[in-house]
């Protein structure tokens, strides 16, 4: 059984730009949460989406979204981009919402310049 | 929000020595997980606790799930070089409906 994967592993971009990073679920997983980990701040929740609604959000601005699509994959963008947005992106998928039990992708490692 | 503190942050042993570290929450949690991190990975499943006072092992892991639900421990026992990593705890169920981590504990295992 195919882990999650999540394409692109590594991203250098420049401020002000956009992104958008794709995550592709364990085969059955219906649940995709995004975090962004940080070396100061450690792993921080994004959102999490099931059936294509989000279902939680964390503390993050508004340049930060996402969405799932009806064969569970999902997107995530980040507008506008600043130099803080430097971090790994983790995405993980779950067979239901909210009940913890992640499986993680390697992530995509974002560069801002 | 809620928030966990996990401890030690980082520990130096020498292989074959036997590892403890520990998360504490002011909160109270429903799951309670132990993940570890690879250099250039994402964080891999180790452990998943779902009852209070609950004991599992996963070969030389052994986690419990504190019996106030506020915090959870993980022992590694005759640990070796491969053990080298971040491990973090992760607590669910809780107010916020997503996982909470903590900030991870760096092992380095000298052989």
């Known amino acids: 059984k195919a882990g999650v994967t999540q394409t692109p592993r590594y991203l250098i971009k420049t401020r002000g730009q956009q992104v958008t990073l794709s995550c592709s679920p364990i085969s059955g997983h219906r649940s995709v949460s995004w975090y962004q980990q940080t070396p100061g701040q450690g792993l921080q929740f994004l959102f999490e989406y099931f059936s294509e609604t989000q279902r939680n959000k964390g503390n993050f601005p508004g340049r930060f979204s996402g969405r799932q699509f009806s064969n569970s994959r999902s997107e995530m963008n980040v507008s506008t981009l600043e130099l803080g947005d430097s971090a790994l992106y983790l995405c993980?998928?779950?067979?239901?919402w909210g009940v913890g039990k992640l499986f993680f992708g390697s992530g995509t490692q974002l560069s801002v310049l | 929000g809620q928030q966990l503190n996990q401890s030690p942050q980082s520990m130096f042993i020498q292989e074959g020595e036997d590892v403890s570290m520990n998360c504490t929450s002011s909160s109270i949690f429903n799951t309670w997980l132990w993940y570890k991190q690879e250099p250039g990975e994402g964080p891999v499943l180790l452990i998943a606790l779902y009852k209070a006072g609950e004991l599992t092992s996963n070969g030389r892991l052994t986690a419990q799930f504190g019996i106030t639900r506020k915090d959870s421990f993980l022992n590694i026992s005759a640990s070796i070089p491969s053990d080298v990593g971040i491990y973090f705890c992760?607590?669910?169920?809780?107010?916020?409906?997503?996982?909470?981590f903590g900030k991870g504990t760096k092992l380095s295992v000298k052989p």
């Open positions: 993980a998928s779950s067979l239901d």
């Open positions: 992760a607590g669910g169920g809780g107010s916020q409906g997503n996982l909470i």
